[in-house]
């Protein structure tokens, strides 16, 4: 457990005990073949087990196929602390029987004999690197998935990551610096890049881009004359994807879609008229501006990467893609 993890976990106890006057104790897991970061124990007759406890900075949507995983693999139960969990989050922990306690205290514990709802508690966190850098501006973002689908876009010339951003050269070369500074690009000599702590940088990128840069790219919802049974017949032309549900059921045959999400470079009105789409604002097929350039996704098949098919499930918040997109990274990489 590194030292943030240990503040947090110490602060939201403290603020937690301060709530109920129910004391508690953690202590951090040795050892690396364990996947939770401590166990706790509450100094109180009614917790009569040690829980599993991992802990998080920022609790989001597409934290929550790991957090199921995780609540099914403990043999003990489970609790997570967050020193940031969004109330849509909370709510779907509740639903899923998944414990939980935040910076300011807020919790919900169940157990056999002991019920616990905690909420309204504030906390400000006042130096928020993810929010102030500009590696997760809108056009930092563009520049990161890039970054993260293309393996060979970190060494590209900063013109060509622009064009292929659709950016800027100055905006490009300010991501850049961003991510060097977080310690996520590294140089290796004066030609020579690589992405470092990838995994967190997915993770930064997909709270990045549900939050800043997917409610910008929105076209509108619409519905299809047929209904969505007849959702293949859409016709897609070179520069547009399949992303979420769709997505998902052409990779794994399993999730028959309720929704349809499809980035695309044509204009709004073409495409409608194109598939025969009717605006309406509860429409099953959401239509999004595609925002990177070139070959970027299966352009045979009109898939768009893993990674931003998994954004789009676990932004849904809806318990059948949440389960879809966990089974969908245990068998492909982001």
């Not at 043999?75 to 967050?82: D, T, V």
Request: proline share 4%; hydrophobic share 35%.
């Amino acid at each position: 457990m590194n030292t943030k993890a240990y503040h947090i976990g110490h602060e939201a106890l403290n603020r937690f005990t301060k709530h109920t006057g129910i004391a508690a104790e953690f202590s951090p897991t040795q050892g690396v073949e364990h996947f939770k970061d401590a166990t706790i124990r509450f100094q109180d007759p009614r917790f009569t087990d040690v829980f599993d406890m991992e802990i998080k900075n920022e609790v989001r949507n597409h934290h929550l196929p790991a957090l199921l995983d995780l609540k099914e693999r403990s043999k003990r139960p489970y609790i997570l602390i967050g020193q940031t969990i969004f109330p849509s989050v909370k709510e779907y922990l509740r639903k899923n029987g998944i414990n939980y306690i935040d910076m300011a205290g807020n919790a919900s514990i169940q157990t056999d004999q002991v019920l616990i709802y905690i909420d309204g508690q504030k906390w400000q966190d006042e130096t928020h690197p993810m929010l102030l850098n500009r590696a997760f501006t809108k056009t930092g973002l563009r520049v990161v998935y890039l970054l993260l689908t293309d393996p060979g876009a970190v060494n590209y010339p900063v013109r060509l990551l622009a064009e292929l951003a659709g950016a800027s050269v100055g905006g490009v070369n300010n991501t850049l610096t961003g991510l060097l500074t977080m310690g996520f690009l590294r140089r290796i000599n004066k030609t020579t890049a690589r992405i470092d702590l990838r995994e967190t940088l997915v993770e930064r990128w997909i709270s990045g881009y549900q939050e800043r840069l997917k409610p910008a790219l929105h076209l509108g919802n619409f519905r299809m004359k047929g209904g969505m049974e007849n959702w293949e017949q859409l016709k897609l032309d070179a520069g547009s994807y399949w992303s979420g549900e769709a997505a998902a059921y052409k990779i794994r045959k399993n999730l028959f879609p309720k929704t349809v999400t499809i980035y695309t470079g044509m204009e709004k009105l073409d495409f409608m008229k194109r598939n025969q789409l009717i605006p309406h604002p509860e429409g099953e097929v959401t239509l999004y501006q595609r925002f990177w350039n070139g070959p970027i996704g299966q352009a045979d098949t009109h898939l768009a990467p893993v990674l931003l098919t998994y954004a789009d499930l676990t932004d849904t918040m809806d318990p059948r893609c949440i389960d879809e997109a966990q089974e969908l990274i245990k068998e492909n990489k982001l």
